[in-house]
Nanobody
Framework: QVQLVESGGGLVQAGGSLRLSCAAS????????MGWYRQAPGKQRDLVAT???????TYADSLKGRFTISRDNTKNTVYLQMNSLKPEDTAVYYC???????????????WGQGTQVTVSS
């Protein structure tokens, strides 16, 4: 089983920055793509960014240029650097990963518990 634990959320003023981290732990044979999603109150969960094990990234179009995803494969950790934050970025941010717990087992999709990001105006 793979666990994902996010950290780094909090309250920040508009224009500020935050860096989220998500560490994978447990039984891990291999982690493929990792990513961040967010869910604002009353809205669906939306893609923020993803990154493959080789470092290829994708972003929600509206967030390009302000958010940067990266990962450290030696630490099984993915990061999300968020700059020029806006009140509309307020949401619970969730970490996501495709991971294989043991050799010869299926790759499964895992979610973290989420971390709250609140941007005040």
């Amino acid at each position: 089983q793979v666990q994902l634990v996010e950290s780094g959320g909090g309250l920040v003023q508009a224009g500020g920055s935050l860096r989220l981290s998500c560490a994978a732990s447990g039984s891990i044979f291999r982690i493929d793509a990792m990513g961040w999603y967010r869910q604002a109150p009353g809205k669906q969960r939306d893609l923020v960014a993803t990154i493959t094990s080789g470092g290829t990234t994708t972003y929600a179009d509206s967030l390009k240029g302000r958010f940067t995803i990266s990962r450290d494969n030696t630490k099984n950790t993915v990061y999300l650097q968020m700059n020029s934050l806006k009140p509309e970025d307020t949401a619970v941010y969730y970490c996501n990963a495709d991971a294989q717990a043991m050799k010869f087992t299926r790759t499964l999709n895992y979610w973290g518990q989420g971390t709250q990001v609140t941007v005040s105006s």
